[in-house]
């Protein structure tokens, strides 16, 4: 099963996830697997859609930490974007991770 985290999120005015800094994890080295890279968040759709697992990493003093999984989600009549699963949680939120600026490829 493939595992990725997301490092960095670019969020459209409203909130939701355009695009995502992510890259593969070798969980049993606890460790990247792959270099990360910039993608649209249409990747990390497909990705969990093949039965990938996806996981936010949040900014902490030593460094960071996997808090939480992503899932997908629809929004405007059939378009899909991903959210991290369960309820809001106070300094573990979308809005809580590093942001991603300027342009995205496509």
Same mark, same amino acid.
């Given at each position: 099963?493939?595992?990725?985290?997301?490092?960095?999120? !670019?969020?459209?005015?409203?909130?939701?996830? +355009?695009?995502?800094? #992510?890259?593969?994890?070798? +969980?049993? !080295?606890?460790? #990247? $697997?792959? @270099?990360?890279?910039?993608?649209?968040?249409?990747?990390?759709?497909?990705?969990?859609? $093949?039965?990938?697992?996806?996981?936010?990493?949040?900014?902490?003093?030593?460094?960071?930490?996997?808090?939480?999984?992503?899932?997908? $989600?629809?929004?405007?009549?059939?378009? !899909? +974007?991903?959210?991290?699963?369960? @309820? +809001?949680?106070?300094?573990?939120?979308?809005?809580?991770?590093?942001?991603?600026?300027?342009?995205?490829?496509?």
């Amino acid at each position: 099963m493939n595992v990725y985290a997301v490092s960095k999120v !670019k969020l459209d005015p409203v909130g939701r996830i +355009t695009a995502v800094l #992510w890259g593969q994890v070798d +969980t049993h !080295k606890n460790a #990247w $697997a792959t @270099p990360e890279v910039l993608v649209p968040v249409a990747q990390a759709v497909d990705a969990l859609a $093949a039965g990938a697992l996806v996981f936010a990493l949040f900014p902490s003093d030593h460094g960071h930490l996997p808090e939480r999984q992503f899932v997908v $989600a629809d929004y405007d009549g059939g378009r !899909k +974007t991903i959210v991290l699963n369960g @309820p +809001t949680s106070p300094e573990r939120d979308v809005h809580d991770m590093d942001r991603l600026e300027g342009p995205v490829p496509t």
